[in-house]
């Protein structure tokens, strides 16, 4: 079965500086999608940014990108000049190919001013 | 267009009562869905409509009972509930869960659901 895992429950970085959010699935399948989700404390869920696992580039939104490595099965996402407004918390997401997102524990992730 | 609207926001109902919850999206999404969540927990899915025919029903007590009128519209239809329903449920889209298997979830707001 696919699992999700983030090992961070939470973590904190100053307005402007970059954080790492990290997660690692454990899969046996060679096609699927990753996804990083947040939900703010007004608790929507926005996906933030979509990795393809047959794309060796790492996707990149804008401060938002991954670093995807394949054979590790990681998907770490890197937050730059983080602002006040990331704070939320942070869901990884693995999609199996009939659509059911796989979601980890989630990330609480503070910026501090 | 990424928007799913969800109605009610707050909902409050007691063990006996008959209630709905509804989701709307105008961005021509074939596949439609139901989650719940608890707080600060991820949420877990519990149905699944692909072209207005549901396709995945995760063990979900009978209780809900989901309805997809059209392509657009996902009902939750809630009854006898329990105290322990109570929970944040989300309703999400995806382009074309056949065409795209892989396509992107967009969530709405949520419907913060209180069973007294």
């Known amino acids: 079965a696919q699992t999700v895992t983030q090992s961070q429950p939470e973590m904190s970085v100053q307005e402007a500086e970059t954080v790492t959010l990290s997660c690692t699935y454990d899969?046996?399948?060679?096609?699927?999608?990753l996804f990083w989700y947040k939900q703010p404390p007004s608790r929507q869920m926005i996906l933030v940014i979509r990795q393809e696992a047959y794309k060796q580039q790492n996707a990149t939104e804008n401060r938002f990108s991954v670093n995807f490595q394949k054979a590790a099965k990681s998907f770490s996402l890197k937050i730059s000049d983080s602002q006040l407004g990331d704070t939320a918390m942070y869901f990884c997401a693995f999609m199996k190919e009939e659509g059911k997102l796989i979601f980890g524990q989630g990330t609480t992730l503070q910026v501090k001013p | 267009d990424t928007e799913v609207t969800q109605t009610p926001k707050h909902l409050v109902m007691g063990m006996t009562n008959k209630k709905s919850l509804k989701c709307e999206q105008h961005?021509?999404?074939?596949?439609m869905y139901w989650y719940k969540q608890k707080a600060k927990k991820p949420p877990e899915l519990m149905f699944v409509?692909?072209?207005?025919?549901?396709?995945i029903n995760e063990s979900v007590p009978s209780r809900f009972s989901p309805e997809c009128p059209n392509s657009s519209l996902l009902n939750l239809h809630l009854h006898a509930l329990q105290p322990e329903d109570s929970a944040l449920y989300l309703c999400?889209?995806?382009?074309?869960?056949?065409?795209?298997?892989?396509?992107?979830?967009?969530f709405g707001p949520g419907t913060r659901l209180t069973v007294l």
């Open positions: 409509y692909s072209y207005e025919k549901l396709s």
């Open positions: 961005m021509g999404h074939r596949a």
């Open positions: 899969t046996s399948e060679n096609n699927y999608y």
């Open positions: 999400a889209s995806s382009q074309d869960r056949y065409g795209q298997k892989f396509a992107a979830q967009y």
